[in-house]
């Protein structure tokens, strides 16, 4: 079992920043590459970023690359989502989750993860 709880959501308003964390527990942060993604209201959850097990793979989809940063600090076993430039089409639910894999790589398809955070809410106002 691994545990996941998801903080820095909030309302902000175009063009501002904020930083999402994930902190993990029950298994080592090692053992598992991460990702965040995020559900807006009628649309289907989406990879946003994606990064392996020791961070030095990252993948991030099209519509947020050269905006978001994900990081992961193992002394604190947390991942952590750096939003810039933020735009109202980024208003989401955003979740994030592990994924075991032999591979050493990420994952981009949320059937590859196996556990998940509850979520928090990220409002962009224009």
């Known amino acids: 079992q691994v545990q996941l709880v998801e903080s820095g959501g909030g309302l902000v308003q175009a063009g501002g920043s904020l930083r999402l964390s994930c902190a993990t527990s029950?298994?080592?942060?090692?053992?598992?590459?991460m990702g965040w993604f995020r559900q807006a209201p009628g649309k289907e959850r989406e990879i946003v970023a994606a990064i392996n097990w020791n961070g030095g793979n990252t993948y991030y989809v099209d519509s947020v690359k050269g905006r978001f940063t994900i990081s992961r600090d193992h002394a604190k076993s947390t991942v952590y989502l750096q939003m810039n430039s933020l735009k109202p089409e980024d208003t989401a639910v955003y979740y994030c989750a592990v994924a075991f894999h032999p591979s050493g790589s990420y994952y981009t398809t949320s059937s590859e993860y196996t556990y998940w955070g509850q979520g928090t809410q990220v409002t962009v106002s224009s």
């Open positions: 029950g298994r080592p942060f090692s053992s598992y590459a």
